[in-house]
């Protein structure tokens, strides 16, 4: 079925580990994003790619980093986790020329 | 870049009574105003979207109403349900490869 995945869906780590969260999406979508979900509802766009080897940053800045190398992958990096960045983080996609976002289900991270 | 707030944060509504959910943006450019709904512990969903050329749009209990001249745009629930209860998320861009700009969410409680 197309749907865009998120793995872990919760990871609980220690200060100072490096993680990558996954986000693959099987819709064939060029655009795709990453947003920071505060635990009070606000969502906050931390890095976007409209298509391979295209990534910008968001409105929010991230210590995060973010690759595509493929158009159906989009894995997002922290190098050195802190309890800063606790959060929940949304991947989604779209096609392009079309505004509706396809989110997936969401990592919950909580770094202790 | 644009802005957009949203109120009220949080509404609480009797079971069968209506609900709205207010928005205001920026920027007089920005043509494409989709709602999105999160009930709790899922991913957000597009419910419904309007573009600038149309005032109303309707889907069954659901309706969005727009007004360019105030840069403003509503979303409206009628005979509200226990389903309803979820945070609702407006959003405003320019369309094409214009990144959305969420506003703040408002939790809408149905009580029964």
């Known amino acids: 079925e197309a749907d865009i995945y998120q793995t872990p869906r919760y990871l609980v780590i220690g200060t100072g580990k490096k993680i990558t969260l996954e986000c693959s999406q099987t819709m064939g979508h060029d655009k795709m994003y990453w947003y920071q979900q505060d635990p009070g509802m606000e969502l906050h766009l931390i890095h976007y790619?409209?298509?391979?080897?295209?990534?910008e940053k968001g409105d929010l800045s991230s210590e995060s980093t973010v690759s595509r190398i493929r158009t159906e992958h989009f894995p997002l990096t922290l190098e050195s986790a802190r309890p800063s960045h606790t959060s929940q983080y949304l991947c989604a996609s779209s096609i392009g020329g079309r505004e509706k976002l396809f989110f997936g289900s969401g990592t919950q991270l909580s770094v202790l | 870049g644009e802005n957009v707030e949203q109120h009220p944060s949080t509404l609480s509504v009797q079971e069968g009574d209506s609900a709205v959910i207010k928005c205001t943006y920026s920027d007089s450019a920005s043509n494409y105003f989709p709602w999105y709904k999160q009930e709790l512990g899922k991913r957000p969903q597009l419910i419904i979207d309007?573009?600038?050329?149309?005032g109303e749009k309707k889907d069954q209990r659901i309706a969005v109403t727009l007004n360019k001249t105030a840069k403003h745009f509503s979303l409206h629930i009628t005979e509200t349900q226990p389903e309803d209860s979820a945070v609702y998320f407006c959003?405003?861009?320019?369309?094409?490869?214009?990144?959305?700009?969420f506003g703040t969410g408002t939790r809408l409680t149905i009580i029964p």
């Open positions: 959003a405003a861009s320019m369309g094409g490869n214009e990144k959305l700009t």
């Open positions: 309007i573009r600038s050329n149309v």
């Open positions: 790619s409209y298509g391979v080897n295209s990534t």
